[in-house]
């Protein structure tokens, strides 16, 4: 083999699941130069093999594309590293637990010094108050944020030291807890709510920034992720700091931001502040993020639910949809969190309004999670060529069907994250992980999950809307790759793609449901580099 000809790598002897458009199944993979070379059997492959070329032996292993995690929030998975204090089950299951650990953690820091923290859930059912953090920290001001991120509680001294009392009204989308005389509980509800504490909480700086993305990169790429969209970028200066590490060449795997924008005054960030970096193929700015609702208590929807509130979008209709339009003319994609149908419903009048003023050739926007939809929306999300992005392992965070159906009803249980719905009537599909704001981070467990859809009960929810496997995965890889209008590069094991591949230690194709979501990873490869192996 002449030594131009030659490839780089050679994968032999396994099952190489290209997920191409007829599913091909092959045995070997040949790279060169970053891109996959050739597909075939081992012969074929075996004859690309020249004096310099790596040869591994898979032996029998799977080798798929790359996991593209279209929806994560990567550099906050660093920040829960060591800035904030982790409250987490098995350690903290109740409110005795949390309060414990608070006064454990206070006890060792200097008075007045802030406390940060989050917390997955307690026995009780609701979220910590006021009244819950004061007798174990009555020195040090304390914020505490639920894992999943939009929802907070605070203690008498951080409310007094963010000036919030009584006479505080309520901003524009965001709910401040009150008890029956109009008081502050310390419970914030929604993004807009919990700024009005953040801003006097201390902060990371770039560096810290910079620090978080180096440490998550390694654990995503050995979870088989080649890409990931960090979906939920707040700040100009954070979205700079993965260009930062970018330039410095750091990047281990490929990423995407999203600039999030919370309050009109982003818009104007949005249109002048944000460098649109494109990088070398490792690292680019995406696009913007909204978040129309908040968690299921704050779900905006047609109809009420026993939520905490289900008629109030986060941003004032109008201001979104001005804000949408103008960030459609940039070119760039929009990506909006809707949780209720009513917010699906207001994020695709604002799409369609954008691209009927602008026609501009695939969009391609996209609605992030999607929980809850109307059967007539499908069709309309199809029509306007938006991308649903969702996270069916989310469903495992309801106790019980019963729960789900307390919160929402029975009839829009059933049409919690239709995926199969979706997939039939031809939306684009792509399945991420949201990680770190539920427990799971990987993709075996977001394949899983749209496979088994289970409560923690472990009953099911919406059967019918069950994937195959091999659905799953189109979706988490080409399905995700089309969401980052990347699929003609990426999201399959196809000549002159790029060489991201990920090894499985067992074959997700054949493994029991139980199995599947703690297959390891063997081993991830980036442009032909290895970047992860056991």
Not at 374 to 393: D, I, Y
Request: hydrophobic fraction near 40%; proline fraction near 6%.
């Amino acid at each position: 083999m002449a030594s131009e000809l030659a490839a780089d790598t050679v994968l032999v002897g396994g099952k190489v699941i290209t997920v191409d458009g007829a599913d091909t199944i092959v045995q070997a993979v040949a790279i060169k130069d970053g891109f996959i070379q050739a597909v075939g059997g081992n012969g074929e492959i075996q004859a690309l093999v020249g004096e310099k070329t790596r040869v591994i032996d898979l032996g029998g292993k799977a080798v798929t594309p790359g996991l593209i995690d279209p929806h994560n929030h990567l550099q906050v998975l660093g920040q829960l590293r060591d800035f904030y204090v982790p409250l987490l089950p098995p350690e903290v299951k109740t409110m005795d637990d949390l309060r414990q650990r608070l006064a454990e953690v206070s006890a060792q820091r200097p008075e007045g010094e802030w406390v940060q923290g989050y917390f997955l859930f307690v026995a009780e059912g609701r979220l910590p108050n006021r009244h819950d953090l004061d007798p174990v920290s009555p020195n040090h001001p304390v914020w505490i944020v639920q894992q999943g991120g939009h929802y907070g509680s605070a203690n008498s001294l951080a409310l007094q030291i963010a000036g919030i009392t009584a006479d505080t009204p309520d901003p524009v989308g965001g709910v401040i807890e009150r008890d029956g005389r109009g008081e502050p509980t310390g419970v914030f509800y929604n993004h807009r709510a919990m700024d009005l504490l953040r801003r006097v909480a201390p902060r990371q700086t770039a560096e810290m920034v910079c620090d978080n993305i180096l440490y998550a990169l390694p654990i995503f790429a050995a979870s088989g992720v080649t890409t990931f969209h960090d979906n939920n970028v707040r700040g100009v200066d954070t979205v700079g700091s993965y260009f930062d590490v970018d330039r410095q060449g750091q990047m281990l795997i490929r990423g995407r931001a999203y600039y999030t924008l919370e309050w009109p005054g982003d818009v104007e960030r949005a249109l002048k502040e944000i460098e649109y970096y494109e990088g070398d193929g490792f690292m680019r700015f995406a696009g913007f993020k909204f978040l129309l609702d908040g968690q299921a208590l704050m779900a905006y929807c047609h109809e009420p639910h026993s939520g905490v509130r289900w008629d109030t979008p986060t941003w004032e209709p109008q201001s979104f949809k001005d804000a949408v339009r103008a960030l459609h003319d940039t070119g760039l994609q929009i990506c909006v969190h809707c949780v209720g149908d009513a917010a699906v419903d207001l994020t695709l009048d604002a799409y369609e309004e954008a691209m009927n003023a602008n026609p501009r050739p695939d969009p391609r926007h996209r609605i992030e999670h999607c929980v809850i939809s109307t059967a007539q929306t499908t069709q309309r999300m199809k029509e306007l060529g938006v991308v649903v992005s969702t996270q069916p392992q989310f469903l495992r965070m309801f106790p019980s069907v019963a729960r789900a159906v307390e919160l929402f009803g029975e009839e829009r249980v059933q049409r919690i994250m239709v995926a199969r719905e979706w997939l039939e009537a031809g939306v684009p599909l792509a399945l991420g992980s949201d990680a770190p704001t539920t427990p799971w981070l990987t993709p075996q467990v977001t394949l899983a999950g749209a496979v088994a859809r289970i409560a923690f009960s472990n009953e099911q929810i919406g059967p019918e809307q069950r994937l195959t496997v091999q659905e799953a995965l189109r979706a988490h890889t080409q399905g995700s790759a089309y969401a980052g209008h990347e699929e003609q590069i990426k999201g399959s094991i196809e000549v002159g793609k790029l060489a991201d591949l990920a090894v499985w230690g067992e074959d997700p194709y054949t493994a029991p449901l139980q199995r599947l979501w703690q297959i390891p990873m063997a081993m991830t490869i980036v442009s032909g580099r290895i970047v992860y192996q056991v």
